[in-house]
Each structure stands twice: as structure tokens, then as C-alpha cells.
């Protein structure tokens, strides 16, 4: 069974910063893809990066040029680097694992934008 633990989330001020990882229980690169969905507050799951085994990287566009997903394939830990943080990025983050049968996904973690 594949385990997928977040951490990195918290309150940050617009502007702010954050980094969020996503670790493994087993080998990354035996996905097709792994990625980041958001649930903001009375809303629908959404994309918000995904990296495939290639290491294409795709982003929503609400989040281009601002957000970075990259992995360690070492440490079999997929991250996601936020930059210029805004309220509207206020959300629980999970971590996404895609094999060619089934969909995996982390527990959450609150990411919340506020001054």
C-alpha cells in the first residue's frame, strides 16, 4: 500500500513563501505521475502541479510562474515550492500519486494566507 505523508503547510502573510513536501513509502519514479491538488474552502479539488516520470511539469495557470513542483527521486519526495503567495491560494494541499491503475493520495496539509 502506498503511503503518501505531507508536511510543510502553515499561516504565511501575502507575499510569503512556502514549501511543501511530499514523501513516499515507495519509489517515485514507478508513477506515471505525481502532482498537487488544492481544495479551498467550500470549493471543488483542483489542479495545481503535476510532474510526470519524464519530469514534465505541468500548472494550473492560476499558479505559473509563481509555483514549482520538483522532485528527489533519491528521497523519493515530490515538493512544491510557493512564491508570492496570495489569499486566494488559501487551501488544504494533497499530494498526488498516479500508477496506471489506481490514484493515490496524502492525508493534507492547511496552507492558509492571511494577513
Known amino acids: 500500500q502506498v503511503q503518501l505523508v505531507e508536511s510543510g503547510g502553515g499561516l504565511v502573510q501575502p507575499g510569503g513563501s512556502l514549501r511543501l513536501s511530499c514523501a513516499a513509502s515507495g519509489n517515485i519514479f514507478s508513477f506515471n505521475a505525481m502532482g498537487w491538488y488544492r481544495q479551498p474552502p467550500g470549493k471543488e479539488r483542483e489542479l495545481v502541479a503535476t510532474?510526470?516520470?519524464?519530469?514534465?511539469?505541468n500548472y494550473a495557470e492560476s499558479v505559473k510562474g509563481r509555483f514549482t513542483i520538483s522532485r528527489s527521486i533519491a528521497k523519493n519526495t515530490v515538493y512544491l515550492q510557493m512564491n508570492s503567495l496570495q489569499p486566494d491560494d488559501t487551501a488544504v494541499y494533497y499530494c498526488n500519486a498516479r500508477s496506471v491503475h489506481e490514484d493515490y493520495w496524502g492525508q493534507g496539509t492547511q496552507v492558509t494566507v492571511s494577513s
Open positions: 510532474i510526470s516520470r519524464s519530469g514534465t511539469t
